[in-house]
Nanobody, 123 residues
Framework: QVQLVESGGGLVQAGSSLRLSCAAS????????MGWFRQAPGKEREFVAA????????NYADSVKGRFTISRDNAKSTVYLQMNSLETEDTAVYYC????????????????WGQGTQVTVSS
């Protein structure tokens, strides 16, 4: 069992940067693949980025590739999402998620979810 708590969301202007954090409870964080997803009003939850438990493999949605970077600090049981060059289309609630297996883009494959943090990008 792992509990996830996101932070770092906020209201920013287009072109700005934000860094989201997701702190995990428990001593087994290093065994979990971690993912970031987002959900905009009226839309389905979509994959943003994921990182293997080792930190050695990452995957990104095409819409954020080159702008967002996922990373993790297993000593701090925390996963990060650095978001640069934010666009209004990035406005959504951002969720972190954990699973015991390999990196996957499928939200249904993740076992644990945080409560989400709102990111709003104004033009």
């Amino acid at each position: 069992q792992v509990q996830l708590v996101e932070s770092g969301g906020g209201l920013v202007q287009a072109g700005s940067s934000l860094r989201l954090s997701c702190a995990a409870s428990g001593r087994t964080f290093s065994t979990y693949t971690m993912g970031w997803f987002r959900q905009a009003p009226g839309k389905e939850r979509e994959f943003v980025a994921a990182i293997h438990r080792s930190g050695g493999y990452t995957n990104y949605a095409d819409s954020v590739k080159g702008r967002f970077t996922i990373s993790r600090d297993n000593a701090k049981s925390t996963v990060y999402l650095q978001m640069n060059s934010l666009e209004t289309e990035d406005t959504a609630v951002y969720y972190c998620a954990a699973r015991g297996g390999l990196v996957t883009l499928m939200a249904k494959e993740y076992d644990y979810w945080g409560q989400g943090t709102q990111v709003t990008v104004s033009s």
